[in-house]
């Protein structure tokens, strides 16, 4: 059970942040589904998939999100705040804030399905994302994102390095709780290809200052083809691929993706 929510998670941070758009002949546009970009959504406007969470439009220039089933072991909560254009760039902040120790916690155990040894301590983490995003539109149709972001975190006391979760996607996200404070840079280009086909190609770099000098760094890639139905349903295919320096060493990963969102008007 307990590697199932860990996996849930993994998931749920992967897309979390990313979606597609189509241009109107499809029956919905770039406003319609704007996750990922600089975009917010129309007001009472509201998304949900399997594995991203619950988003609100609340006003035109506020957006509301969270992920119902895992704030019961990963409280979090989201907002996404406009600020106008700039140079013809669409300009947004993003600013989150999450409390992994309930989920540390809960895979903390020996024998299989522990994560993480039982002897150790989990502190209060209070983890804060705060991110700026630019937006322009290319080509009529096709969306450009830049993305920079500033994560740090809070403890109780000092996390003990040998309680990492060793995964692709999970490692770099945790390593603020060990190195106070880290960057991500990213970059995110979408666009429609034929019918109701849209894609989604995507990088990030994760950099941490004050972590080792061999272990401070992890990029990750991602390519999502949609298949929009309508302005209120949609479904993805994709692979993620990652490189990170781990304690034990640098590795490659290639993930498959998968995922559905739905969408009303409240």
């Not at 979606?19 to 589904?33: I, L, M, P, R, Y």
């Not at 990963?74 to 907002?79: A, K, L, R, Y």
């Amino acid at each position: 059970m307990k590697k199932l929510i860990l996996i849930f998670s993994i998931i749920f941070f992967v897309f979390s942040g990313f979606s597609a758009f189509a241009n109107d002949k499809t029956g919905s546009s770039w406003q319609t589904w704007p996750t990922g970009s600089a975009y917010l959504l129309p007001p009472h406007r509201i998304e949900i998939g399997l594995f991203q969470p619950l988003r609100y439009g609340f006003s035109e220039s506020l957006e509301f999100s969270t992920h119902p089933l895992l704030f019961f072991v990963i409280p979090n909560f989201d907002v996404k705040w406009a600020h106008g254009e700039m140079g013809g760039f669409t300009i947004t902040s993003a600013h989150g804030i999450t409390y992994p120790s309930l989920l540390m916690d809960l895979v903390s155990k020996e024998g299989i399905g522990g994560l993480i040894s039982p002897e150790f301590d989990i502190p209060h983490i209070l983890s804060f994302q705060n991110a700026l995003l630019a937006s322009r539109v290319l080509f009529d149709d096709h969306l450009f994102t830049g993305k920079l972001a500033l994560n740090f975190a809070v403890k109780s006391e000092k996390l003990d390095s040998r309680t990492t979760i060793d995964l692709p996607v999970t490692y770099p996200r945790m390593s603020v709780y060990y190195h106070d404070f880290g960057f991500r840079v990213g970059m995110d280009m979408k666009g429609p290809l034929f019918r109701r086909f849209c894609y989604v190609f995507n990088g990030e770099l994760f950099y941490y200052p004050t972590a080792e000098t061999d272990i401070n760094s992890a990029f990750e890639h991602k390519g999502l083809l949609y298949w929009n139905k309508s302005s209120k349903f949609q479904i993805c295919a994709g692979y993620l691929l990652s490189y990170c320096e781990y304690p034990f060493g640098t590795q490659w990963h290639l993930l498959p993706l998968l995922d559905a969102q739905w969408s009303w008007t409240w």
